[in-house]
C-alpha cells in the first residue's frame, strides 16, 4: 500500500471477523512499531502480544472501551520502560509514536484496528498493571485490537485549512 493511501484510507475498525492474525503479519507489525521515532532514540517500548481469548476478555473487565476485543483475535498493549525513559510525558510521546505505526502497518497488511488509550487515566494504568502483572517500571501507554475487518467505513475528508498558520497564529 502507497505511503499516502496508508495515511488517508485508515480507519478506526471496532468489528472483527473470527480469524486469527498471521505471526508473519503480526511481526511486521511489531517492526513497524520498532521503527518509529522517540525523544533522544530511546526507544523506550515494550509490547504485549495478546491473542488468548481469556486474557482479551479480562481485558474488557478493567478498560472501560474495550468491548471489540470480544471479536478482535489479536491486541497489542504499547508500554514504555522507565528504566530507558524516566519522564512520563516523554513516554507517553514516544510509544504514541509507535501506536501510529501499528495503526498504519495494520492497515497497510489489510488488517483493521482500533486505538484504545490507556495512559493518563489511572484507572486503565492500574487495571492492566495487575491484570498482566507488569513490573513498577512498566507504564501502559495503548492498547491496540487488530483483525480482519468486519465492518467498512467510508473515507472522510479531513484536511480542515482553516487549522493551518504560518508563521504567526
Known amino acids: ?34 521503527y518509529a521515532p522517540s525523544a533522544r532514540n530511546t526507544q523506550p517500548w515494550q509490547f504485549i502480544v495478546v491473542s488468548e481469548r481469556e486474557i482479551l476478555n479480562n481485558i474488557i473487565k478493567v478498560h472501560p472501551y474495550a468491548d ?33 505505526n501499528i495503526l498504519l502497518a495494520a492497515h497497510a497488511l489489510g488488517l483493521g484496528s482500533v486505538w484504545m488509550g490507556v495512559f493518563p487515566r489511572k484507572e486503565r494504568i492500574e487495571g492492566l498493571t495487575n491484570l498482566f502483572k507488569l513490573p513498577e517500571y512498566i507504564l501502559p501507554i495503548s492498547l491496540i485490537a487488530i483483525g480482519y475487518a468486519a465492518e467498512k467505513k467510508p473515507d472522510t475528508e479531513r484536511f480542515l485549512p482553516e487549522r493551518i498558520h504560518f508563521n504567526k497564529w
Open 1 to 34: 500500500m502507497e505511503t499516502f493511501d496508508a495515511l488517508f484510507t485508515r480507519r478506526s475498525i471496532r468489528q472483527y471477523q473470527a480469524k486469527p492474525v498471521e505471526d508473519e503479519k503480526i511481526q511486521k507489525i511489531l517492526k513497524a512499531a520498532m
Open 68 to 100: 471489540m476485543l470480544a471479536e478482535a483475535p489479536l491486541a497489542i498493549l504499547v508500554c514504555g520502560d522507565k528504566k530507558s525513559e524516566p519522564n512520563d510525558s516523554y513516554l507517553n510521546t514516544n510509544c504514541s509514536a509507535a501506536t501510529e
